[in-house]
C-alpha cells in the first residue's frame, strides 16, 4: 500500500514568485560571463576552436577539424556555434558571437526545469492533501510555487555555474536532457507538444554527442510511461522508443558509438570520485533529493519522482563509468532539481532556517571576500591579495570600469536587501528555503564576472602568451604544432591568426615555424634544422612551456 501523501500546503504557502523578480534573477545568473573576455582553457577554447574553423571555412561542416585533428561526434553544438558566427560575428565579434546559442540553451533549461515540475506537481498523486475545513493550496499555484522552487535549486547548484556558462557541447545536452524530461513529464497535459519535444530530445542529445545517455534515458523513459496510471502517458511510450531508435541512428551517423568507446571502466575507486563530486557539484540540491526520495518513498513508482529520479540516475551511472565526470553528472542537474523541489512542502522549519543561515554566512563571506580582492587591486590595500593576483596573473595591468562597479554595488545591495526580506517577515512561500541559496550563488557569480572579470579573463586565456609568440611569430604563418593540445591550437589560430598544423607529422611539413609544448621536468628537442627562438610559459604554469623553434635557411 501506499504511504499516505506527506505534503500538507496551505493556500498562503502556495504563492508564487512575482514573475518580474524571476525573470531579472535568471538574467542575472545568465547574463555575467556572456561579454567581455576571450573564450577559456580547455573545452571551452577546443570547442569554440572548432565552430570557428567550420565558419571560416577551414574544415566541412560533416568534418570539423582544428590544426588538422578532428573533432569528436558532437556535430550539433558546433553548427550551432558556427551559425551563430556566420550570423553575428561580423557585428558582435566571433566569440560573443558563439556564445550567444549557448546562452540561450541556459535559458531553455531553466524555462524547461519549470514546465517539467508544473506539469508533475499538477498530477494527482503529487498534490497536497485536502484539510478538513478548507484552506489548502489550490492545485495550479501548488504546481507554480513548486516549479519556482524547482528553477531556484538549479540555480543554487553549485556544478551549473561555470560549466553552464561554458560553449561547450555538454550545454547542448544539457538542453537536450531537459527537453525529454519535460517531454515525459507533459505527456498526460500536452499530447503533441509533448510527442514533438521527444522526438527531438533524444536525436539531439546523441548529435551533441552523449548517444548512450541519450539510450540509457530512452529505456528508462519507456518504462515510466509504461507503468504509468495515465492513459495518455502509457500511448506515449511508443513516442519515447521512436525517438530512441532515432538517436541510435543519429549516432551512428556521425560515427559517435566509436568516439565514447572506452571513456571509462566502471569501479569502486570511480563510484568514490562520483561520491565527492556529488557532495559539492550537485550541492545544495542533492540532500533536498535524497529527503524527497525519503518522504515520498511510498510514491517511488508515481510519476513526479520515477520521471527525475530516473533521469538522475542515468546520470550518475554515466558519471561513474566515466570515472566521475563532472560533465556527465552535469546532465542530472535538472532533474535532480525538479526532484529536490519536492522536499519543499515537507522541510521543517528548523531545517529551512539552517539552509537561510548557512546562505548567509556562507555567501556574504564569498561577496566580502571577493569585494576585498578587488579594492586590493584597485587601490594596493590591503597589499597581500594584490600581490596575489600579480603571481597568479603575471603582467596583468589592472583597469578600472565604473559600469562593472555600478553593477557589482547594485547586486550587492541587492542580496543585502534579500537577507533582509527572507530573515525577517517572509515566512510562507514554499521556495523561500532557496532563495537565499540560489541567490548567494547568483551574486557571487555576477561579482566574480564583473570586478574581478580582468584579471580572471588575463589568467584563463591563452591572448597574452599568444602575443609574446607573435613577437617571435609573423601573423598569418604557416606553424607546426604536433601534439598540441586543442586548446592552444585554437588559441593559435584565433588570436594570432596562423595557420597550424598539429598532426603528429607536422614538423616533417613545409611550415617555417615549430611549437612544441613542454614542461619543466620533460624539455623536448626539435632536432636538426631548427633554431630555438624563444621559450613562453603559460601565465598561470610555472610548468607549461610552449618552445618556439624557427626553421633553418636551407631546410626542408
Known amino acids: 500500500m501506499s504511504s499516505p501523501n506527506p505534503a500538507l500546503v496551505t493556500e498562503r504557502a502556495a504563492q508564487r514568485l ?45 568534418a570539423p577539424s582544428l590544426g588538422g585533428l578532428p573533432a569528436d561526434a558532437a556535430l550539433l553544438p558546433y553548427w550551432l556555434g558556427a551559425g551563430f558566427i556566420d550570423l553575428l560575428g561580423p557585428a558582435l565579434g566571433p566569440a560573443l558571437a558563439a556564445r550567444v546559442p549557448f546562452a540561450i ?42 516549479a519556482d522552487g524547482a528553477v531556484l535549486a538549479l540555480v543554487a547548484s553549485l556544478g551549473l555555474l561555470q560549466l553552464g556558462h561554458e560553449t561547450t557541447p555538454e550545454l547542448a545536452q544539457l538542453a537536450s536532457v531537459a527537453l525529454f524530461v519535460y517531454a515525459l513529464a507533459a505527456s ?53 522508443a521512436a525517438s530512441t531508435l532515432l538517436a541510435a541512428g543519429v549516432a551512428s551517423a556521425v560515427s559517435a558509438w566509436a568516439w565514447r568507446a572506452g571513456s571509462g571502466a566502471l569501479s569502486m575507486a570511480g563510484v568514490w570520485d562520483v561520491l565527492r563530486l556529488v557532495a559539492w557539484f550537485t550541492w545544495p540540491a ?49 532533474p535532480l532539481a525538479v526532484l529536490a523541489a519536492f522536499a519543499l512542502p515537507t522541510l521543517a ?6 539552509i537561510d543561515w548557512f546562505s548567509v554566512f556562507f555567501f556574504t563571506l564569498g561577496s566580502i571576500v571577493i569585494w576585498v580582492v578587488y579594492v586590493s587591486i584597485q587601490t594596493g590595500l590591503p597589499a597581500q591579495p594584490a600581490i596575489n593576483i600579480a ?28 537577507v533582509k526580506w527572507r530573515t525577517g517577515r517572509s515566512r510562507h512561500p514554499l521556495w523561500k528555503s532557496l532563495v537565499l541559496p540560489a541567490s ?9 564576472m564583473t570586478l574581478l572579470l580582468p584579471p580572471l579573463d588575463h589568467a584563463r586565456s591563452y591572448r597574452s602568451q599568444v602575443q609574446r609568440i607573435a613577437l617571435q611569430v609573423p601573423s598569418r604563418s604557416c606553424v607546426a604544432a604536433p601534439g598540441m593540445p586543442t586548446a592552444q591550437v585554437a588559441a593559435l589560430e584565433y588570436h594570432g591568426g596562423y595557420r597550424v598544423d598539429a598532426t603528429s607529422d607536422a614538423a616533417q611539413h613545409g611550415c ?17 634544422g631548427w633554431r630555438l627562438l624563444a621559450r613562453e610559459r603559460r601565465n598561470t604554469s610555472e610548468q607549461e612551456i610552449t618552445a618556439i623553434y624557427r626553421r633553418e635557411p636551407g631546410m626542408h
Open 512 to 528: 617555417a615555424f615549430l611549437l612544441l609544448t613542454e614542461t619543466l621536468r620533460d624539455p623536448r628537442t626539435a632536432g636538426p
Open 105 to 146: 540553451l541556459l535559458v531553455c533549461v531553466l524555462v524547461l526545469t519549470w514546465y517539467s515540475t508544473y506539469h508533475l506537481a499538477r498530477t494527482e498523486a503529487a498534490q497536497p492533501l485536502p484539510f478538513a475545513f478548507g484552506g489548502e493550496a489550490k492545485p495550479v499555484d501548488y504546481a507554480r510555487a513548486i
Open 18 to 62: 512575482p514573475r518580474i523578480p524571476l525573470l531579472l534573477f535568471c538574467a542575472a545568473y545568465v547574463l555575467p560571463g556572456l561579454f567581455g573576455r576571450d573564450p577559456w582553457k580547455n573545452a571551452d577554447l577546443s570547442a569554440f576552436g572548432y565552430m570557428l574553423s567550420i565558419a571560416q571555412g577551414r574544415s566541412h561542416w560533416l
Open 286 to 334: 542533492w540532500p533536498l533529493a535524497v529527503w524527497t526520495v525519503w518522504r515520498w518513498r511510498g510514491h517511488l513508482s508515481d510519476r513526479h519522482i520515477s520521471i527525475p529520479l530516473g533521469c538522475v540516475a542515468v546520470s550518475l551511472l554515466a558519471s561513474t563509468a566515466m570515472g566521475g565526470s563532472d560533465r556527465a553528472l552535469m546532465l542530472g542537474l535538472p
Open 188 to 240: 498526460p497535459f500536452r499530447v503533441w507538444e509533448a510527442r514533438l519535444a521527444v522526438l527531438v530530445a533524444l536525436p539531439a542529445l546523441a548529435a551533441s554527442g552523449a548517444p548512450s545517455v541519450g539510450l540509457a534515458l530512452g529505456l528508462v523513459g519507456s518504462v515510466i510511461c509504461m507503468r504509468s496510471g495515465y492513459a495518455p502517458a502509457r500511448r506515449f511510450a511508443p513516442w519515447v
Open 440 to 448: 548567494g550563488v547568483a551574486l557571487c557569480w555576477l561579482l566574480l
Open 391 to 418: 603571481r597568479l596573473a603575471p603582467g596583468y595591468t589592472p583597469r578600472f570600469s565604473l559600469f562593472a562597479l555600478a553593477l557589482a554595488a547594485l547586486a550587492t545591495i541587492a542580496w543585502l536587501w534579500l
Open 349 to 354: 522549519r528548523s531545517t529551512a532556517a539552517a
